[in-house]
């Protein structure tokens, strides 16, 4: 036990000790070849296979969640982002070698070089996968990790560091503090070079503000209010399957889960009909196929029910659930749907994070479009129509960072791409060849294929402002044109 450390209370967390272990382990590492890294990326792949059940059991013990939704989002989603890291990091990061116009007599090569140690703060909603994916791409950088998380869901964020060591990556490349608050800003403030946040909108604030003082650049993927719109030629079977799916999988605590839904009016109560037999469907408290997991931070109940109450007084009309419910020491919100929910109402404008879908019927669709994006949160959305081309059409209008025709909660699954939002829902991206390069600097360098006799814009200048501005219009006149389109 630390010295300072009273008798049954726990040490203080060494976060600089952590941060310094880690920033001693980086120039090995950052010297390691792309292609022994991937190496040990893909050895980490086959550790989470292999050790499947013991993560689930991990996250199912933390946080009760219902272990097909942790085989999901947690195992599964875990193995396809290093398989994407295994398999692409060398060509993300490889060399480029641009024309360099007008100094023909030069050659340039942009390195991706990685930025240092990495700060990791990780959530309790998915405390595996959203503490795995970020670190293993900083460690796919070059970068080295201190992991920070989430107090609610530690062991899941150990789980994390013990499987990279066994993945083969070399001491000190992941270090992990736990505790509270305090410590990840403690961490955020410290001698790190990139900062990688999930979390809610207020977290990430506090973080871009605790940054903001050192200038170290901040990866954060926040809250969001998803929207759903829903056309008159959609299958709306599919899309009321699709909506009890995305609003309720994980008990709705997802950031990207559906959170409003936005329908024309001409089949909106054929639509609400098609919901009800959808979230029939649903229960919770066990095990089964079609069973919802638990509220995994209990204090969340309240501002739930708050949203919930003050749309019914508001004039909507609750269809199914709105209660909690508690299971076996677990705490529960029943599948809720409502209809004639207000555009104002809280339960359209907060984020809810809880299964509960608000149904508002709008005229057309460029309504649908324009309240989608009254809203300061921008993560992802889908558009639901026959007509693929007036799909694209729209999600073109949506401010999000993210949209999916047809479909819902499905550009996370795809590693390759890279997943973020606007607004207050973050800054950068996670994932895909951008979200690697977050945790690296673009460095050019230049060198000279021929020497010139001598260098004109050296003093002596040759010539004055007429000789320079005549230069100007030769290299740049109207000779240049515009690009053409391919």
Known sequence: MDADAAPGRPAPVDVDGAVAAARCAWPAWARTPVGEREARL??????????????VSVVAAGTGRHPADIAIAEVMHSAAHLDWLARHTARALTVRRPFVWPLVTKRAAIHHRPRG???????????????????????????????????????AGALVARLAAEAGFPPGAVQVVQGGPEVGERLVGGDVDVVAVTGSAATGRRVAELAARRL????????????????????LRRAARAAAWGACFNAGQSCVSIERLYVVRSVHDQLVA???????????GGEGRRDIGPVVLPGL?????????????????L???????????????????????????????EESFGPVLPVVAVPDEETAVRLANDSPYGLQASVW?????????????????GVAINDCLVNYAAPGLPFGG???????????????????????????LLRPPRELQWFPRLGGARLWTGVARLLYGRWRGVRPRR
Not at 42 to 55: F, G, H, K, W
Not at 274 to 284: M, T
Not at 324 to 342: H, I, K, N, Q, W
């Open 274 to 284: 098609e919901l009800e037999a959808a979230f029939d469907e649903l229960a919770v």
């Open 42 to 55: 893909a050895a980490l792949r086959q550790v989470v296979l292999d050790r499947a059940e013991e993560i």
């Open 385 to 401: 129509t026959a007509d693929r081309v007036r799909g694209r059409r729209l999600a073109t209008r949506l401010r999000v960072g």
């Open 216 to 235: 170290t650049p901040v990866v954060a993927e926040l809250g969001g209010k998803d929207a759903m719109i829903v056309l008159a030629d959609a299958d």
């Open 301 to 317: 109940l309240p501002a739930l029910e708050r949203q919930v109450a003050e749309a019914v007084a508001g004039g909507a009309r």
């Open 319 to 349: 269809h199914r659930g709105g209660r909690r419910v508690r299971v076996a020491g677990r705490e529960y919100f029943e599948p809720t749907l409502l209809s004639d929910v207000a555009q104002g109402a809280a339960i359209v404008q």
């Open 422 to 448: 606007v607004g207050a829902s973050g800054t950068g991206r996670q994932g895909g060849v951008e979200g690697l390069r977050a945790y690296c600097f673009s460095q050019t360098v230049t060198d000279s």
């Open 117 to 155: 140690v990495a700060a990791v703060l990780a959530p309790w909603n998915y405390p595996f996968l959203l503490a795995l994916l970020p670190t293993v791409t900083a460690l796919a950088a070059g970068c080295t990790v201190v992991l920070k998380p989430s107090e609610h869901a530690p062991a």
